[in-house]
């Protein structure tokens, strides 16, 4: 099975309400707004992989795209010295993932529970609120309340908002 066949098939376990729309790869945040379901109420998000120097600390945060990212700003607001993009082989190795198919949806492959997550307080919003599931090639609309309610307890990782 693949990471998207198991991602999808645990929403489906869950139960949870959710569109599903396979199209061709979205490398970059421009491709993810020029999709044909790209609409006002929808939020896509720009998802990071950070960690600290010794790489002892790793959060996936979860932000606006058009947001700033300004590393001593979210290494302070998460109580962590030094942040910075985690190496490449840091999402294989723990996430089982390639580069631009990061998504909160791929803690559910983080059993180690190694990696805190973080959400910028901005992305919550009305409407609905788009991810892939940790393939590119694919895009998950979930209702903001459905995804912030049932989605991310399931994850099994604490989130926190700042």
């Given at each position: 099975?693949?990471?998207?066949?198991?991602?999808?098939?645990?929403?489906?376990?869950?139960?949870?309400?959710?569109?599903?729309?396979?199209?061709?790869?979205?490398?970059?945040?421009?491709?993810?707004?020029?999709?044909?379901?790209?609409?006002?109420?929808?939020?896509?998000?720009?998802?990071?992989?950070?960690?600290?120097?010794?790489?002892?600390?790793?959060?996936?945060?979860?932000?606006?795209?058009?947001?700033?990212?300004?590393?001593?700003?979210?290494?302070?607001?998460?109580?962590?010295?030094?942040?910075?993009?985690?190496?490449?082989?840091?999402?294989?190795?723990?996430?089982?993932?390639?580069?631009?198919?990061?998504?909160?949806?791929?803690?559910?492959?983080?059993?180690?529970?190694?990696?805190?997550?973080?959400?910028?307080?901005?992305?919550?919003?009305?409407?609905?609120?788009?991810?892939?599931?940790?393939?590119?090639?694919?895009?998950?609309?979930?209702?903001?309340?459905?995804?912030f309610e049932q989605v991310v307890p399931a994850l099994g990782h604490e989130a926190v908002f700042i």
């Amino acid at each position: 099975m693949t990471v998207k066949e198991t991602i999808m098939a645990r929403i489906r376990e869950l139960g949870v309400p959710h569109e599903f729309h396979e199209h061709a790869p979205a490398h970059t945040m421009a491709d993810c707004l020029a999709l044909p379901y790209a609409a006002p109420d929808v939020t896509f998000c720009k998802n990071l992989l950070l960690c600290n120097t010794p790489r002892s600390a790793f959060f996936l945060y979860v932000t606006l795209p058009d947001k700033p990212f300004r590393t001593g700003d979210v290494s302070k607001r998460l109580g962590a010295s030094r942040l910075s993009f985690a190496p490449p082989e840091c999402l294989p190795e723990m996430l089982h993932l390639t580069p631009g198919s990061l998504s909160p949806l791929g803690l559910w492959f983080d059993e180690a529970r190694k990696i805190r997550l973080a959400f910028d307080r901005d992305i919550q919003r009305e409407g609905r609120i788009a991810f892939h599931p940790c393939d590119n090639t694919a895009t998950v609309l979930f209702d903001q309340r459905v995804f912030f309610e049932q989605v991310v307890p399931a994850l099994g990782h604490e989130a926190v908002f700042i």
